[in-house]
């Protein structure tokens, strides 16, 4: 049973997780037994929100959805990818890809993936229309600029970014 268990790893930075992150999850329950859903410790992006409230985050969100398909998990990294993944026994990384500004890089990293690891396979997935355009960068950008985030996150998350935008505008930034 545990041999034929398929574990696969959903990786981002996930500062803060988006409608279009929690689209590409309900996918990927589809496809595995077990998703850890990975939060990079990402210091050089200098995230908006810290490690634990991050993952804080990605829990809350993600826990309903697994719909009894598959167990969920959410674990932080901070070594590369590959590493991650065979530490988890992942056999498959999932991603999601928005538009073609998006393939560039993510080409580059399945190429240079397979060279370190020729038995896990990267699956991209596409989340609905309407959740394509999502990006957290452009969230918080919305955020900062007093903007309505609430198409793009849950209310959960559209309330901490009010709050933390508050805290960051008070400091001067
Ligand atoms: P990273 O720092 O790895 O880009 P992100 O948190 O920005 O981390 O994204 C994690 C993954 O989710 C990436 O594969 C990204 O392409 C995907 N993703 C984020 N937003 C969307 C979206 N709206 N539609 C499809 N995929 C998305």
């Known amino acids: 049973m545990s041999a034929l268990r398929r574990v696969g790893l959903y990786p981002g930075t996930f500062d803060p997780v988006t409608l279009?992150?929690?689209?590409?999850?309900?996918?990927?329950?589809?496809?595995?037994?077990?998703?850890v859903i990975g939060?990079?410790?990402?210091?050089?992006?200098?995230?908006?929100f810290s490690l634990d409230e991050r993952m804080a985050m990605v829990s809350g969100e993600a826990s309903a959805l697994a719909e009894g398909r598959a167990t969920i998990e959410v674990k932080s990294f901070d070594m590369l990818l590959v590493k991650f993944a065979e530490s988890l026994g992942a056999g498959v990384i999932l991603r999601g890809l928005r538009a073609v500004s998006d393939f560039e890089y993510e080409f580059q990293m399945v190429a240079m993936n397979q060279r370190l690891n020729?038995?896990?396979e990267t699956v991209f997935l596409m989340a609905d229309?309407?959740?394509q355009a999502i990006s957290s960068?452009?969230?918080k950008e919305i955020a900062l600029l007093g903007g309505n985030v609430?198409?793009?996150?849950?209310?959960?998350v559209a309330q901490a970014l009010i709050q933390r935008c508050k805290e960051k505008n008070a400091n001067g930034r």
């Open 137 to 139: 960068r452009l969230v």
């Open 150 to 156: 609430a198409p793009f996150t849950s209310p959960a």
């Open 118 to 120: 020729t038995e896990i």
């Open 20 to 35: 279009g992150h929690l689209d590409i999850i309900k996918r990927a329950v589809k496809l595995v037994d077990h998703l």
């Open 129 to 131: 229309p309407r959740h």
């Open 39 to 48: 939060v990079a410790t990402n210091a050089p992006k200098a995230p908006l």
